[in-house]
């Protein structure tokens, strides 16, 4: 006997099995990709270069802004940059007049080697009431200016204003922090979530490369005492290296937590396919640094949560290095700035969509630029059906409202038929057909608001359709 979920008036989200009665359910779910729009920045500037990355964006009530790791590979000298936007379409870099940059302050540059020698750093704005406004938004990233080279922690800064930051306090020593670590108050658990990088079954103590790239978390209530962290749960999924986590609350459904990390994939050796990729030369002068440099190359992976720790990946790409291009097909490769934009979409007709911001051109001597792409809203996993009809069955759940909403698109020949089935009683919609992020369901025979708050079950017949989400709202 299966106990009822009580989802109440959340959006709920067909990315996984966990509302599914998976023996009554022959659709399927299918990964959706990102789609390439405009270059939204370039960087040109001296301060910054092809080594620009850990793009992530931190929403201010109208205002967005972004931070970046600025540095170029013939000088490595890394600073952090500062960058805002109304709208995620256009970002700006305001003089700033905070750090000096060859005798000059007329740069976006925030924090540089005064503060620490830095290799990441992200930022959030802290909602939790019982921060003091000094602390509002908090910067986490490592410093490599430490008593002995080995010994590195993972940093909090702190700002007022989310510009001028200071270093505050250590968080942890347990990880390598070697790429973008996350933090974020969680509202609903009351508690501070931390995403930090390491590394697991490393057999030459001095090369953490002899190992493989993995993802920990740790928990805080007050961001100053956290647990140990802990690797991961990815269930019966295969070990491989993951590089940057860009996990974050869906902001839609905030009891989901999704994640984009970028897949390490390093070949042991050259072979005649990397003579046939675009910038071979190049590729072999950037593996004088390293091998890896040359040999490795990056994807990106789509990832979900419902506790923190145990998580739905696709191995599936979610993003991959595309066509073949002068500067692609590297290491580098597929690096979603964390946060997402809902942003308007390409006609007036269209409805809003998700933009998203990836990095190009790493370590390729030309600058580093800034792509915008997009997504459906609640669009990265669907229930989806073929045209031969499939059935898709919900566990019991218990939910408030009088009127539901889905998140869907059939063909002109597709359609969704949805059941709310009770122990007693049983009311069927309409015909659903058509593309819309936001449909209210009409039933024939009855109202949905006689189903609140008692063990209901929603049983769908899907033809050429996808779904996305539901939610049971009070009437519009």
Not at 49 to 68: E, F, H, K, P, S
Not at 100 to 129: C, R
Not at 348 to 377: A, C, G, Q, W
Not at 447 to 474: C, H, L, N, Q, W
Request: glycine share 6%; charged share 30%.
């Amino acid at each position: 006997m299966q106990l009822p979920v009580n989802i109440g008036d959340r959006r709920e989200l067909f990315w996984d099995e966990y509302l599914i009665d998976t023996a009554a359910t022959s659709a399927g779910l299918k990964l959706h990709r990102l789609k390439s729009k405009e270059v939204v920045m370039e960087h040109d500037s001296p301060w910054e270069g092809d080594g620009c990355d850990y793009y992530n964006i931190c929403a201010d009530d109208d205002l967005y802004r972004m931070y970046y790791l600025a540095w170029n590979t013939e000088s490595r000298e890394m600073v952090v940059c500062y960058a805002q936007s109304s709208n995620g379409l256009k970002w700006e870099k305001p003089d700033l007049g905070l750090c000096e940059y060859n005798s000059s302050k007329k740069n976006n540059i925030i924090l540089d080697k005064k503060t620490a020698k830095f290799d990441n750093f992200s930022v959030f704005k802290d909602p939790n009431p019982d921060c003091p406004d000094n602390e509002r938004y908090k910067g986490v990233g490592i410093d490599g200016f430490e008593k002995f080279p080995d010994e590195r922690y993972l940093w909090c800064f702190t700002s007022a204003d989310g510009i001028n930051f200071k270093k505050a306090w250590r968080m942890t020593d347990q990880g390598k922090f070697d790429s973008l670590n996350i933090a974020f108050w969680d509202k609903l658990e009351q508690k501070y979530m931390c995403y930090l990088r390491d590394f697991h079954d490393v057999k030459v103590s001095t090369d953490w490369n002899t190992g493989i790239r993995d993802i920990r978390w740790m928990t805080s209530k007050d961001f100053k005492d956290w647990t140990d962290p802990v690797r991961l749960d990815f269930g019966k999924g295969a070990d491989i290296p993951l590089y940057t986590n860009v996990v974050q609350p869906y902001y839609r459904a905030g009891h989901v937590y999704i994640g984009f990390p970028s897949r390490y994939i390093e070949r042991k050796e050259w072979t005649p396919n990397y003579d046939q990729l675009p910038g071979a030369e190049r590729r072999k002068k950037r593996m004088e640094g390293h091998p890896r440099y040359g040999l490795a190359v990056t994807d990106c992976v789509f990832m979900s949560s419902r506790d923190g720790m145990t998580w739905n990946r696709w191995d599936e790409a979610f993003m991959r290095p595309g066509p073949e291009r002068e500067y692609n097909w590297v290491y580098g490769d597929c690096y979603p700035a964390l946060g997402m934009i809902e942003t308007p979409g390409d006609t007036k007709y269209d409805p809003n969509e998700l933009s998203m911001y990836v990095f190009e051109n790493h370590m390729s001597k030309v600058p580093t630029k800034l792509r915008r792409y997009t997504i459906r809203i609640d669009g990265f996993v669907s229930y989806n059906s073929t045209y031969k009809p499939c059935r898709l069955m919900t566990r019991p759940f218990i939910f408030k409202g009088s009127e539901l909403s889905v998140n869907f698109s059939t063909s002109a020949a597709g359609h969704i038929n949805i059941k709310l089935v009770s122990e007693d009683s049983m009311i069927e919609s309409y015909e659903l057909f058509g593309d819309s992020t936001d449909r209210k369901v009409i039933f024939k025979n009855g109202d949905p608001a006689s189903f609140a708050g008692r063990p209901v079950r929603m049983d769908m017949i899907m033809s050429d359709a996808d779904i996305y989400s539901f939610k049971f709202t009070e009437t519009r």
